[in-house]
């Protein structure tokens, strides 16, 4: 079943993508969702107009994410965490409290848009994570976990 997306997908696409799916994914979960629409010939020609007319108007979101990327690299973050014997923590450190962390020096991004490597954090030290801010624009963002001073 082809579809086209009206919204980005975690490890599907992103929107305006047309992909192809199976049918149950598409008709039970996607469309109900509003996540995508059926992909007519009709359709994908609306599809490809529009992007047409988009292109010029994408290149300032680029630049924009691009001065973001930018102003992040330049970021060095601790994150402090109640921890236990050694290095280990009390509870993690996920998505969410670097999402917070990150709003807290100035850059407000969503969670759904960082992926930490490894998923959750269960112990003090470096570690790294990915943060898309555009389909194009994809910034490493090294972080530290630190124990929290008693």
Not at 33 to 59: D, F
Not at 106 to 128: C, L
């Amino acid at each position: 079943m082809e579809l086209i997306l009206k919204e980005d997908v975690q490890n599907l696409g992103f929107k305006d993508d047309v992909v192809s799916v199976k049918n149950g994914y598409g008709r039970n979960y996607l469309i109900p969702n509003g996540l995508a629409a059926m992909a007519t010939v009709s359709a994908k020609k609306v599809l490809a107009e529009n992007l047409k007319q988009r292109a010029h108007k994408e290149k300032k979101v680029v630049d924009a994410a691009s001065k973001v990327a930018d102003a992040l690299k330049g970021l060095e973050l601790k994150i402090a965490a109640k921890t236990g014997a050694g290095d280990k923590l009390f509870g993690s450190v996920t998505v969410s409290d670097l999402a917070e962390a990150i709003a807290k020096e100035g850059h407000d991004i969503d969670k759904k848009f960082i992926n930490i490597q490894g998923g959750s954090v269960k112990r003090t030290g470096p570690y790294n994570a990915q943060i898309r801010l555009h389909r194009e624009v994809v910034v490493d963002f090294p972080f530290e976990v630190v124990a929290e001073k008693k």
